[in-house]
């Protein structure tokens, strides 16, 4: 069974940095694709980037405009998402997720698998 546990949510300053980490077990990852989707207070959960496991093909959504960088340690089964330039209005719980899909990556229903998500506050 496919596990998922993100760690290095916390509070943070606008314009402060973040590592978001998923530590994934389980299974073998390769053909997989893994993402960061996000929810905040009241609004739909929302993608906000996604890797292909076997070659680390990244995809971004639009508004991050390259504030955000995702990566992934195929050694260490170990996905990441390194946030700067941070805004309050990055301010969610940001959920881990994989899935055997290779496509439709920005839609949370393509995903199997999720983590139990970890808090990121961006005060102004």
């Known amino acids: 069974q496919v596990q998922l546990v993100e760690s290095g949510g916390g509070l943070v300053q606008a314009g402060g940095s973040l590592r978001l980490s998923c530590a994934a077990s389980g299974g073998t990852f390769s053909g997989y694709a893994m993402g960061w989707f996000r929810q905040a207070p009241g609004k739909e959960r929302e993608f906000v980037a996604a890797?292909?496991?076997?070659?680390?093909?990244?995809y971004y959504a639009d508004f991050l405009k390259g504030r955000f960088t995702i990566s992934r340690d195929k050694a260490k089964n170990t996905m990441y998402l390194q946030m700067n330039r941070l805004k309050p209005d990055d301010t969610a719980v940001y959920y881990c997720a994989a899935t055997m899909r290779l496509f439709n990556l920005w839609i949370p229903g393509a995903y199997g698998y999720w983590g139990q998500g970890t808090q990121v506050t961006v005060s102004s």
């Open positions: 890797i292909t496991w076997t070659d680390g093909s990244p």
